[in-house]
C-alpha cells in the first residue's frame, strides 16, 4: 500500500478491512519478535537482576524464593509491556479508527504467536504453563495488552484529543440552544407583554399564582381580582388576549359592559 493509496483510503474515512488486518498481523509479529527477544535470547530481565544483586553484594539471594517476585516485576517491566508498546506504536500509526478494539488484537496475537514458538522449539515452556500458569500466561498477556494500548493511544493522543474536543463542543451547541430556546420560551410567557400589565400588576398576579400567559389564559375574572384588585376590566382584557396569543376561546367570561 502506497502512500497514495492510504491517503486515499483515510479521504474515505479508514482503511479496508484487509489492511487492517494484515498490520495487526504485523503489530503482532513486532509483539512476539521483541517478547522473544528480550525474554528468551538475551534474557534482559535476568542479567538486569544479577547486576542489581552484585551491585548490592548480595549474590547469593538468587537462591531465595522472594528472588522470584522480583524477576517477575523486572520481566513485566522490562520485557512485557516494551514488547506491547512496539507493536502498539506501529499498530496505532497506521490504523487510526476503533483502536480501543484494534490495539486488542495485535497484543492477542503476538503473544499467541510468541507461546507456539515457544512451546514447538523449547519443550520446557510447556512444562512451566502448567506449573505456573499465572506467571508464564496470564502476567505476560496483561503487560503486553497494557504495552499495545499504551504504544497506540501515544500514535494517537492528537485525534483523541480533537475528537474529545470536538463533542465537548457540540455537547456546548446543544446546552446553549436548549439555552436559548428556554430563553425565548420564557419571555414569550412573561406577562408584561399583555396590555395593561406592568412590572408591578404582574408582580401581584404572580403572587396570586398566575406566574405566565399560559396561568392566565386559564384564571377567572373575579378570582383574580379578589386576589389582586386590579380592575376587572384590565384583567378581562388581559384574559382574553392571553387566550388569542394561546388559541383559546374566551367563552364563559364575562364582557366589559356587564
Known sequence: MNVDEEEEALERGGYSRIYQIMHM???????????????????????????LLKGLNCLGLIFYPEVAAVSVILTFAIAYMP??????????????????????????LGFLFAILILSWFFPRYRLLINLNPTTDVLIP???????????????????????????????????LGFEEA???????ERLER????????????????????SDLAEAEVEDL??????????????????KE???LKGEGQPTEGD
Do not use: H, Q
Open 225 to 242: 381580582y379578589e386576589k389582586t384588585g386590579i380592575p376587572r376590566a384590565v384583567l378581562l382584557r388581559a384574559i382574553e388576549e392571553a
Open 83 to 108: 514488547s506491547g508498546l512496539c507493536g502498539g506504536l506501529y499498530t496505532g500509526y497506521r490504523i487510526k479508527e476503533n483502536l480501543r478494539i484494534i490495539l486488542l488484537i495485535p497484543a492477542l
Open 245 to 247: 396569543l394561546k388559541g
Open 25 to 51: 498481523l504485523i503489530g503482532g509479529g513486532i509483539i512476539a519478535g521483541v517478547f522473544l527477544t528480550v525474554i528468551y535470547l538475551l534474557d534482559f530481565p535476568w542479567v538486569i537482576l544479577l547486576v
Open 194 to 213: 399583555l396590555r395593561g400589565i406592568g412590572p408591578a400588576r404582574a408582580e401581584r398576579l404572580r403572587d396570586a399564582g398566575v406566574k405566565t400567559i
Open 141 to 175: 498477556l496483561v503487560g503486553i495488552i497494557i504495552g499495545s494500548y499504551l504504544g497506540g493511544y501515544s500514535m494517537n493522543w492528537g485525534v483523541e484529543a480533537e475528537e474529545a474536543e470536538e463533542v465537548e463542543g457540540e455537547t456546548t451547541i446543544r446546552m
Open 182 to 188: 428556554e430563553a425565548e420560551i420564557e419571555e414569550a
